[in-house]
C-alpha cells in the first residue's frame, strides 16, 4: 500500500498571504496524484488532478506541483473562503488502488 | 451535472452488516465507463478509500477492508452499494460516495468529483 504523507498538519495563513502545502508519497506515483479541499460539514471537492491540472472552475489562485514522491499546493493569495482541510490523494491504476493523506487544516490567521 | 445521494441506516449494532446505497442522478452510470467508488471518513480523520466498482461490474476493494465489503452495481436504477459485515465502532464514519471526474467530454479513472453529501454511519449497540 502506498502511504502518503502530508505537512504540516496544521498551516495558519494571513489573508493575500501564499500557502505551502506539501505531499509525500511512499513510492512513486508519477504525477497520478490529486488534491482536494473539504471544508466542515461538507462533501471534498477536487481542486487539482494529475498533479498538475485545475479542476473545473477552480481559481488560478491554486496550483500543483511536484511528480514521483513529492508534491506541492501552492494557494498564491489566500482569501477567507480558502479555509478548510486540504487532502492530497494517489491513483494506482494497476491493481487499482487510491490512497489519501491524512490532510493539512488552512485556518485563516 | 452528476449528482449523488447516500442512504441507508445511520445506526448499525456492532457484528451487524452495514448496507449503504449510492444513487445517481443526472448522468447514467452505465453511460460514463469508469470507476465509482465509495470513500469513508471516521470522525476527526482523514479519507480512507474503500473500494471502486466499475459500470462493468469489476471491483476494487481496499486490502485492509477487502475481507469484509462486497460492492456492487444496479444499472437499471442507476445506484451502487455498499455491504460492510462483522462491523465495529472502528467502522464509525461518514460514508461517501462519488463519481469519477469528467471536464467536457473526458473523464477520468483517478479522480473523483462530485462527491455526495456523506451519510454519518455510528456503530453502536
Known amino acids: 500500500e502506498i502511504v502518503m504523507t502530508q505537512s504540516p498538519a496544521t498551516l495558519s495563513v494571513s489573508p493575500g498571504e501564499r500557502a505551502t502545502l506539501s505531499c509525500r508519497a511512499s513510492q512513486s506515483v508519477s504525477s497520478n496524484l490529486a488534491w482536494y479541499q473539504q471544508k466542515p460539514g461538507q462533501a471534498p471537492r477536487l481542486l487539482i488532478y494529475?498533479?498538475?491540472t485545475r479542476a473545473t472552475g477552480i481559481p488560478a489562485r491554486f496550483s500543483g506541483s511536484g511528480s514521483g514522491t513529492e508534491f506541492t499546493l501552492t494557494i498564491s493569495s489566500l482569501q477567507s473562503e480558502d479555509f478548510g482541510v486540504y487532502s492530497c490523494?494517489?491513483?494506482?491504476?494497476?491493481?487499482?488502488?487510491?490512497?489519501f493523506g491524512q490532510g493539512t487544516k488552512v485556518e485563516i490567521k | 451535472q452528476v449528482q449523488l445521494q447516500e442512504s441507508g441506516p445511520g445506526l448499525v449494532k456492532p457484528s451487524e452488516t452495514l448496507s449503504l446505497t449510492c444513487t445517481v442522478s443526472?448522468?447514467?452510470?452505465?453511460?460514463?465507463?469508469?470507476?465509482w467508488i465509495w470513500i469513508r471518513q471516521p470522525p476527526e480523520k482523514g479519507l480512507e478509500w474503500i473500494g471502486s466498482i466499475y459500470h462493468s461490474g469489476s471491483t476494487y476493494y481496499n486490502p485492509s477492508l477487502k475481507s469484509r465489503i462486497t460492492i456492487s452495481v444496479d444499472t437499471s436504477k442507476n445506484q451502487f452499494s455498499l455491504q460492510m459485515s462483522s462491523v465495529t465502532a472502528a467502522d464509525t464514519a461518514v460514508y461517501y460516495c462519488?463519481?469519477?471526474?469528467?471536464?467536457?467530454?473526458?473523464?477520468?479513472?483517478?479522480?473523483?468529483?462530485?462527491w455526495g453529501q456523506g451519510t454519518l454511519v455510528t456503530v453502536s449497540s
Open positions: 443526472g448522468g447514467s452510470i452505465r453511460s460514463i465507463n469508469y470507476y
Open positions: 494529475g498533479a498538475s
Open positions: 490523494q494517489q491513483y494506482l491504476n494497476w491493481p487499482p488502488e487510491w490512497t
Open positions: 462519488a463519481s469519477p471526474y469528467c471536464s467536457g467530454s473526458n473523464c477520468y479513472d483517478g479522480w473523483f468529483d462530485p
